[in-house]
C-alpha cells in the first residue's frame, strides 16, 4: 500500500525558505502513471495546490506562488521536495504531499490526489 | 484561471439524502474529484471521474455532472459523514489545480 509522509521544520523564521520533503514507500516514484504534489491548508482555511512534479522533472506551479516555489524530485530515494522561500505569517499551514493521477479517456480527462499525507504543519513566526 | 465555488455549510438530517455542489467553468471539461476531511485528518479521496469510488468508500457516496456543475450525493447520510468536503478540478486552460472552498457538512 502506497504511503506518503511528510518531514521538514514545523518553525520558519519569517523571510526564510520553507523546505519539506515527502518521502514515497510501498510504491515507485518514477511510475509513469503519476505525478507528485503539495498541498497547503492554512488554519481553519481550505486547500490550496502548490504544485506538481513529474518523475522526469517537469513542473506545474499555482501562479499565485510560482515565483517563490521550487518543487524538485529525487528518484534514488524515492523523494519530492518543497522550498517555498521568502515565506511570511500567511504561509502557515499545514502541508501535505499526495500522489496525483490523471486519466485520459474518451472526451474526458480525469484526475484525482490519492493517498496523501498525514500533513505537517509549519508556523512561520521569529 | 479557473474557480470551482462550493456552498460554504449544508446540513442534513441523519438517514436523508444531501447534495453538495461545485460550479466553475473547468467543470464543462474536467470531471470533478472529492474528498472528505474530518478534524485534525488528512482529506480521503472518496469519488473520482463520472463516478467511481476508491475501494473503501461506502456506496451511499455517489458523484454526478452537468455542465458547469459538480455534485457529490450522499444517500442515507451518517452521523460519521459530518466533515468538510473539497471539490477539485483542473484548471481549463492548463495543467493548474483547483480546489473549491470547501462545504462543511452538518448532519443533524
Known amino acids: 500500500q502506497l504511503q506518503l509522509q511528510e518531514s521538514g521544520p514545523g518553525l520558519v523564521k519569517p523571510s526564510e525558505t520553507l523546505s519539506l520533503t515527502c518521502t514515497v514507500s510501498g510504491g515507485s516514484i518514477s511510475s509513469s502513471s503519476y505525478y507528485w504534489g503539495w498541498i497547503r491548508q492554512p488554519p481553519g482555511k481550505g486547500l490550496e495546490w502548490i504544485g506538481s512534479i513529474y518523475y522526469s522533472g517537469s513542473t506545474y506551479y499555482n501562479p499565485s506562488l510560482k515565483s517563490r516555489v521550487t518543487i524538485s524530485v529525487d528518484t534514488s530515494k524515492n523523494q519530492f521536495s518543497l522550498k517555498l522561500s521568502s515565506v511570511t505569517a500567511a504561509d502557515t499551514a499545514v502541508y501535505y504531499c499526495?500522489?496525483?493521477?490523471?486519466?485520459?479517456?474518451?472526451?474526458?480527462?480525469?484526475?484525482?490526489?490519492?493517498?496523501w499525507g498525514q500533513g505537517t504543519l509549519v508556523t512561520v513566526s521569529s | 484561471s479557473s474557480e470551482l465555488t462550493q456552498d460554504p455549510a449544508v446540513s442534513v438530517a441523519l438517514g436523508q439524502t444531501v447534495r453538495i455542489t461545485c460550479q466553475g467553468d473547468?467543470?464543462?471539461?474536467?470531471?470533478a474529484s472529492w474528498y472528505q476531511q474530518k478534524p485534525g485528518q488528512a482529506p480521503v479521496l472518496v469519488i473520482y471521474g463520472k463516478n467511481n469510488r476508491p475501494s473503501g468508500i461506502p456506496d451511499r457516496f455517489s458523484g454526478s455532472s452537468s455542465g458547469n456543475t459538480a455534485s457529490l450525493t450522499i444517500t442515507g447520510a451518517q452521523a460519521e459523514d459530518e466533515a468538510d468536503y473539497y471539490c477539485n478540478s483542473r484548471d481549463s486552460s492548463s495543467n493548474h489545480v483547483v480546489f473549491g472552498g470547501g462545504t462543511k457538512l452538518t448532519v443533524l
Open positions: 499526495a500522489r496525483r493521477r490523471i486519466v485520459v479517456v474518451p472526451a474526458a480527462m480525469i484526475e484525482w490526489f490519492d493517498p
Open positions: 473547468s467543470l464543462r471539461s474536467y470531471y
